[in-house]
């Protein structure tokens, strides 16, 4: 890159970070220290505050950046990652938004604790939820690192460590000073910044094709090398019966993992009431359906205009395809429009990613204090300390999702999002759903239902090709694959339901019917709710 669009665009990342320091700083100046509102912001955001703050944290880098760049080199079948992400909001919608809220206070354990034995429950969930935030902000951490490799105009290792390791220090500057509002806020402007950016890139694609659809379709498939098959299935996920099962396995993770994420969860209870968390998963709809739908043409226009093979020797795996395509539709580079464009594109998707990670490292935080430090010491403990050893969480997830994310550099992140997306959908799904609908759930079911869906997960990552087996691994050099499949979620989704039935039917517990009878009450007519 030239050095006009190096200086732009670092200029609009240095407004955007003194913007959000900004409103860090200030936000902290209010805070009276309590638990709610370091977790929740003190309940007080509108449904439609809330709304774009959802939004805000799904929309991610996997999203703006790894979504399109699949699309751009594989055509219909990165189409799955939009599709899957956006359905997942009716699972949500449906069946988790409104009764989390009226059960829970800051966390999922809340829930499941509600009417189990705590300590058990909550290290079980606690434990499930560190490691699928970890997992996600891992991907955030690979997409500030091409993006930040493509700004500068360098690929060495040095300039994508020392920028993985400044998002990861500004994300721990966000949640220890500002909590959960200063988080939201910033969530919200990110929203209002991408969606904006979104538009305007979709509109000039569209423009270029003069808004013939068709057209550009046909001109993506021309230049992807593979004619009809780049609009058909199976260019990634066809052929053998591997990469069939890999497709199943990545949709089921997908549809069913949002449910179970423990940022978006947790979004749920910084509004004052349940209908108004309903309503914020409305607006989150929208928002998000718009966004999705834009980025099939963005991905598709990375492939008519830019071509799959610039694409993949910027980045391999596709994470620059939308900064390439600003780039192209601003004039190219050496042009002011290009510049321009290509800066501006570049400031949001690391806006995105500031924002999303902020939220994450809050919900794990939120987890290790609220749900492991608190079971574990046996003993009541102090609001505040329970936020001062939240705020110590955030350094440590910081650390260790900076550390994971120099390893996994070369990784597409929407495909980083997918794996943690899995682990959700079978440790931390099959647990809520069945504390909120089954009667007979005790807490071996509960505890059993998180590890049998998170070890299974983890174990079956650990053992595919995605760490060791193949040029594109973890470990290149090692070969310890096992598991054929990069996505866990076709066998490990249906272990954690399976584990939770069987550790319920083995217990010797007795379910507490009373307790079960108040969930139910509170959960459909939130009497009681915090």
Not at 117 to 132: D, F, N
Not at 211 to 234: I, N
Not at 490 to 506: C, E, H, K, N
Request: hydrophobic share 55%; aromatic share 10%; charged share 10%.
């Amino acid at each position: 890159m030239t050095g006009n669009h190096q200086t732009l665009a670092l200029a609009l990342f240095s407004a955007f970070i003194a913007v959000t320091l900004g409103i860090t700083t200030w936000v902290s100046r209010d805070r009276h220290g309590s638990a709610e509102e370091f977790y929740v912001g003190g309940r007080l955001f509108s449904p439609m505050e809330n709304g774009f703050a959802i939004a805000g944290d799904y929309m991610s880098a996997a999203s703006f950046l790894g979504i399109s760049g699949l699309i751009a080199l594989f055509g219909y079948d990165g189409l799955l990652y939009s599709v899957g992400f956006l359905v997942a909001w009716l699972v949500v919608l449906l069946l988790v938004a409104e009764l989390v809220r009226n059960c829970g206070r800051f966390t999922l354990a809340d829930v499941v604790a509600a009417r189990m034995r705590e300590r058990p429950v909550r290290i079980a969930a606690g434990t499930s939820s560190v490691t699928v935030s970890v997992l996600y902000l891992v991907a955030q951490m690979v997409g500030a690192g091409s993006l930040v490799a493509l700004l500068l105009g360098q690929n060495g290792e040095a300039a994508r460590a020392w920028t993985v390791i400044g998002v990861g220090a500004l994300m721990v500057i966000y949640v220890s000073l500002g909590g959960m509002r200063a988080t939201t806020w910033i969530q919200i402007v990110k929203a209002v910044l991408l969606l904006g950016g979104t538009v305007a890139l979709t509109v000039l694609v569209l423009l270029r094709f003069h808004g013939d659809f068709d057209r550009l379709l046909l001109t993506a498939a021309e230049r992807s090398g593979h004619g009809a098959a780049f609009l058909a299935p199976g260019l990634k996920y066809g052929g053998d019966w591997t990469a069939r099962c890999d497709f199943m396995s990545l949709g089921l993770a997908l549809v069913l993992g949002t449910a179970g994420l423990p940022h978006i969860l947790s979004r749920f209870y910084t509004v004052p009431t349940a209908r108004a968390a309903r309503r914020s998963v409305v607006w989150s709809i929208g928002l998000i359906g718009g966004f999705y739908l834009m980025t099939i043409v963005l991905g598709f226009g990375a492939a008519a205009i830019v071509g799959p093979d610039a694409v993949r020797a910027s980045n391999a795996a596709g994470n620059t395809a939308v900064p390439l395509l600003a780039l192209d539709l601003g004039g190219g580079a050496g042009s002011t429009g290009g510049t321009v464009l290509f800066a501006v594109v570049a400031a949001v998707a690391f806006a995105t990613i500031l924002a999303v990670v902020a939220g994450i490292t809050l919900a794990s935080s939120a987890s290790v204090a609220h749900d492991l430090y608190a079971s574990l010491r046996r003993r009541h403990t102090d609001p505040r300390g329970e936020v001062a050893v939240a705020r110590f969480a955030a350094v440590g997830v910081g650390a260790v999702a900076i550390g994971l994310g120099l390893l996994a550099r070369d990784l597409n992140v929407a495909f980083l999002v997918g794996l943690a997306f899995a682990v959700a959908a079978s440790a931390n799904l099959p647990v809520l759903l069945y504390s909120l609908f089954w009667r007979n759930f005790t807490t071996r079911g509960a505890v059993w239902a998180v590890y049998g869906g998170l070890i299974p997960a983890v174990a079956l990552v650990v053992l595919s090709p995605v760490v060791s087996g193949s040029p594109e691994s973890l470990f290149p050099a090692a070969d310890f694959q096992v598991f054929p499949l990069q996505n866990p979620g076709l066998v490990s989704i249906p272990l954690g339901f399976l584990a939770g039935w069987l550790g319920t039917l083995t217990s010797g517990e007795r379910p507490d019917e009373a307790k079960h009878a108040e969930t139910e009450v509170r959960s459909l007519t939130g009497a009681g709710a915090a």
